[in-house]
């Protein structure tokens, strides 16, 4: 088994408290995931010659594929969002150039239904990467094909690099959990809730293609995709009277508490995305529901 590539101060301890990355409670806890952009800018594929935008896109490339094969399985936003942040955390102790994007997915799916307690079976697995991979939704797989073999061995043998690379560390907040809490106690209003939380929903199933989760936790990434709804859907978002009835309109984030530039930084994020290299990847793929 291969030594996980290191990267810089990958385990270092990380303020989230509501002066940096908006985590509640005011104090400093340990956060090995969470990365500066200087970080993000040293990763393993771009020491091994593959340039910044590259491994974005074949980032969201992976992440795309953990959806295709996921519509297939039936399985629930938190298991996908679970598998993407696996993959773009295995990414940050290993190379694209040594890993296929589509193989680590692959591995990601199969770890992750485990993990968040919705299992498939491997076959069954196997099966709708073969067909994702080739692009044929209906075709016939059985044990007997080659690729069916190629894609088990690959998925077994890689499971264990994964959890490597994830240095066991697999429990993962939910950002939905946190945006449907969000939800409940920033839009009273029922009539605007369900459009909200639709459109938000798919914004943080967009994000998981981009590098957002390593950059912030999923309090931020709720807040932000909470927000950017309400700018694009022009539902307002106000604080529940019962618990901030002082709080300024445009300030209803400060009760969770989450640093606005942070929030900001990933709407920004999420508006490049409609725009620049990642929006074919982006806006090809449906919304998941509620």
């Known amino acids: 088994m291969s030594t996980p590539q290191s990267t810089p101060q990958s385990k270092r301890v990380h303020n989230e408290s509501s002066s940096s990355n908006g985590a509640s409670g005011g104090g400093v806890r340990q956060n090995n995931w969470i990365f500066t952009s200087q970080e993000l800018h040293h990763s393993p594929s771009l020491r091994d010659g593959i340039d910044y935008m590259s491994e974005i896109v074949l980032r ?3 992440c795309a594929f953990i959806y295709q094969v996921s519509a297939q399985l039936r399985l629930p936003p938190p298991v996908v969002y679970t598998a993407t942040t696996m993959l773009h955390r295995f990414y940050m102790r290993f190379s694209l150039k040594r890993y296929h994007h589509y193989d680590i997915a692959a591995t990601c799916i199969f770890l992750a239904t ?6 498939r079976k491997l076959k069954d697995i196997v099966i709708a990467c073969c067909r994702a991979a080739l692009k044929k939704v209906d075709l016939y797989i059985d044990e007997q094909n080659k690729e069916f073999w190629r894609w088990r061995d690959t998925i077994l043998f890689d499971e264990e690099l994964l959890l490597e690379a994830l240095c ?8 939905y959990t946190v945006l449907a809490g969000f939800a409940r106690r920033f839009v009273p209003n029922e009539q605007h809730r369900s459009p909200l939380i639709k459109a938000a929903w798919g ?4 994000s998981a293609k981009t590098t957002a989760a390593l950059r912030y936790p999923p309090k931020v990434l709720a807040a932000a995709a909470l927000f950017y709804a309400s700018h694009v859907t022009k539902l307002d978002l ?4 019962a618990v901030s009835r002082a709080a300024p309109l445009r300030d209803w984030w400060s009760d969770v508490p989450v640093s606005s530039e942070h929030m900001r930084h990933v709407c920004k994020i999420l508006v490049d995305m ?15 529901e509620v």
């Open 60 to 62: 969201a490339k992976g």
């Open 114 to 119: 485990k993990v968040e307690e919705h299992t």
């Open 168 to 175: 066991f560390d697999l429990v993962l907040e939910n950002p």
């Open 203 to 206: 914004f943080l199933t967009d």
């Open 238 to 241: 106000f604080p529940d009277p």
């Open 274 to 288: 409609s725009a620049g290299p990642l929006a074919k990847f982006v806006w090809e793929q449906k919304y998941i």
